[in-house]
């Protein structure tokens, strides 16, 4: 059976690390700043005692005064999984690192949220649209998005 | 002697039959080798998950059985098990049993599709494909007795089923599953060590065991790689911890041990389906009372389930309306093809088609 890492748990864990990384947390995800979201990554896929090594799923929401970048993240040996959420709150300078570093598998799934939600991924190999054609303009994801 | 070649740009789909829907390669060919690959995608996009933002929980179904249209029924579940994870809904144990009967049998004839068409890729024109299309005929017929549809079956729902199994799908299921088992040896016994489909798949595209994982692959995909992963084994949903199955796996991860993989998954899924006919209530409610209009309470899921094609997530955030506030799908089709590069580079184009067709995607998934 998957154990659901507690938010409390990671909180403790990153704050342990990098003291001022974690915002805020919740029963389920643990917020953190965008500023020391690589390092938290390396951090928790590198490190032998957590080893994340499987990006389960990534998406992102739109909540009007800020955009919520949600990591799913899986240890495949320790069968475990945690959330962890980045947020942008400036809507016009969408901006995060990527991931791709750490997971190969967030190649598609951040290009689906550049084009979806027009959120930058720095660093990104090949950021461009993947599901809408390239002169497409808007991000029909985003809440204010009207046809 | 070496010769000079000089480097061109091929086009592979979006229209091509051999790309299982309409999807792009642009090649980047040395000769007859690839040197560089782009998947092109996006031709099939429906906007399923803006679409489900103005849609009731329960109008979603019909979404959920447009994505991967080839195991609709596995969709289904998978959707119905997360709202039902965010509304606290429970369902009748005879609808649970029913519920497994169904995403196995849907799992064959997935598996049957992805082992015929990669027969068809290799070149054994038509043949092999038509014996599995034969078997796959038999299973749609028992959907089709239950929800009235072939394809598109929208037949599970939040709290249960639909209705319940007419009074000849019991025996009509066991004869498919009495049956089958002999099917599958004619599989084994025409293909298993059919001298052309080994010398075309064996040692061909391999994904690593680091790369697999590194890639997020899932379903036979990420098994193929030897890794003992099956979301029904690790993360138990549904009613699956009562049964008994393998987790088969393979050890090159190459074209071959992905179709021999899912020859093996069919025979263990066959496996849940006698079990749960055997231990399934003979009569009882198959669906709770649910409110026509379900409005979860404030929060957010995310709930996965394997699927033919690996794990099928949704993540759904409610903000106590009848529509989810965001719905978004995590699907195995997409997330397979990551490494789609990685393993075709460096091999010929008649092997590019085959690796392209042992991962086993289906563009309503991928393009969403």
Redesign the interface.
Known sequence: MTVILPAQDIANLITAQFPQAVIEFDNQAVVIKSEFLLKVADFLKNNQALSFNYLTDLTAVDYYDYFEVVYHLSSLEQNKILTLKVRCCDRNNLQLPSVTHFWKGADFMEREIFDLLGISFLGHPNLKRILLWEDFSGHPLRKYYLQ | MSLNTEQFILNIGPSHPSTHGVFRMKATMDGEVIVEL?PV??YL?R?I??LAEQRTYTGIIPLTDRLDYLSAMSNNLAHCIAVEKLAGIQVPERAEYLRVILAELQRIASHLIAAGALLNDCGAFMTPILYMLREREKILDLFEMVSGQRLTYSYIRPGGLAQDVPAEFLPALQKVVTDLPHFFDEYDQLLKENEILLARSKGVGILTRE?A?????SGPVLRASG?K?DIRK???YSIYDRFQFEVPTGKAGDCYDRYWVRMLEMRQSLRIVEQAIQQMPAAGDIQTKVPALIRPPV??I?S?TEVPKG?L?F?I?SDNSIAP??Y?I?GPS??N???LRDMIVGWKIADAILIFGSIDICMGEV??
């Open positions: 782009e995608f996006g996009h906007g998950e803006k790369m994982i590194n890639t997020s692959a890794i992963w690790a993360d138990p929060g957010e995310y996965r794990e997530g993540y955030v506030y965001r978004h995590r997409l997330l093809l990551t490494a393009d969403r």
